[in-house]
């Protein structure tokens, strides 16, 4: 069992920018896959970025890619989200999950949910 915390949400201009960050405990922090999800009001909750454990393999969605950028710092049992040139259709909730499970383009399953950050961008 992997316990996630996610901070650093907030209001913001459109064309600025958040770090996102997601501390774990629990289990060996390295270990985990870790990525980054999002859901805004009435749509389905959608994937944003991963980042596999050794932190060389990235993935990120088409509509954030370019401007978001995961990364991790096993040292820290920390992953963030850094979200560059914000616009309002980034506005949601944003959650983190792990998973020791394998990922790979097209293909993210996570076991162990955060509760999420508000992120809300006004145009």
């Known amino acids: 069992q992997v316990q996630l915390v996610e901070s650093g949400g907030g209001l913001v201009q459109a064309g600025g920018s958040l770090r996102l960050s997601c501390a774990a405990s629990?289990?060996?922090?390295?270990?985990?896959?870790m990525g980054w999800f999002r859901q805004a009001p009435g749509e389905a909750r959608e994937f944003v970025a991963a980042?596999?454990?050794?932190?060389?393999?990235?993935y990120y969605s088409d509509s954030v890619k370019g401007r978001f950028t995961i990364s991790n710092d096993n040292a820290k049992n920390t992953v963030y989200l850094q979200m560059n040139s914000l616009k309002f259709e980034d506005t949601a909730v944003y959650t983190c999950?792990?998973?020791?499970?394998?990922?790979?383009?097209?293909?993210?399953?996570?076991?162990?949910w955060g509760q999420g950050t508000q992120v809300t961008v006004s145009s």
């Open positions: 629990g289990r060996t922090f390295s270990n985990y896959n």
């Open positions: 999950a792990a998973t020791v499970r394998n990922i790979w383009t097209g293909h993210y399953e996570f076991d162990f």
């Open positions: 980042i596999r454990w050794s932190g060389i393999t990235t």
